[in-house]
């Protein structure tokens, strides 16, 4: 059982920045891939962000590119996802999920096997 713990949402202008935590309970985080997904209101939940076991693969949503960078500390049981230049339709529930079968969770939903409570993030324009 992994339990994820996303903090650092907020409210925040467009072009602003803002650094989301996730925290693992995990002991051995350095073997769970993890990925950021976001849902806003009458939307499906689609994928942000996502990166390997070790840190070494990442990838990103087209629509954040450029914009996001996700990083990790496994030493610290916490993956960050640092957000520039935010626009008012990267508001949204943001929710770090977890794979301890995979190497690389990429973009699928179904590919995570834990997820955390989410954290909102709204930008206004």
């Known amino acids: 059982q992994v339990q994820l713990v996303e903090s650092g949402g907020g409210s925040v202008q467009a072009g602003g920045s803002l650094r989301l935590s996730c925290a693992a309970s995990?002991?051995?985080?350095?073997?769970?891939?993890v990925g950021w997904f976001r849902q806003a209101p009458g939307k499906e939940r689609e994928f942000v962000a996502a990166?390997?076991?070790?840190?070494?693969?990442?990838g990103y949503a087209d629509s954040v590119k450029g914009r996001f960078t996700i990083s990790r500390v496994n030493s610290e049981n916490t993956v960050y996802l640092q957000m520039n230049n935010l626009k008012p339709e990267d508001t949204a529930v943001y929710y770090c999920?977890?794979?301890?079968?995979?190497?690389?969770?990429?973009?699928?939903?179904?590919?995570?096997?834990?997820w955390g409570q989410g954290t909102q993030v709204t930008v206004s324009s």
């Open positions: 999920a977890a794979s301890p079968s995979r190497y690389y969770g990429g973009g699928l939903v179904n590919n995570y096997d834990y």
């Open positions: 995990e002991r051995t985080f350095s073997g769970v891939a």
């Open positions: 990166i390997s076991r070790s840190g070494g693969s990442t």
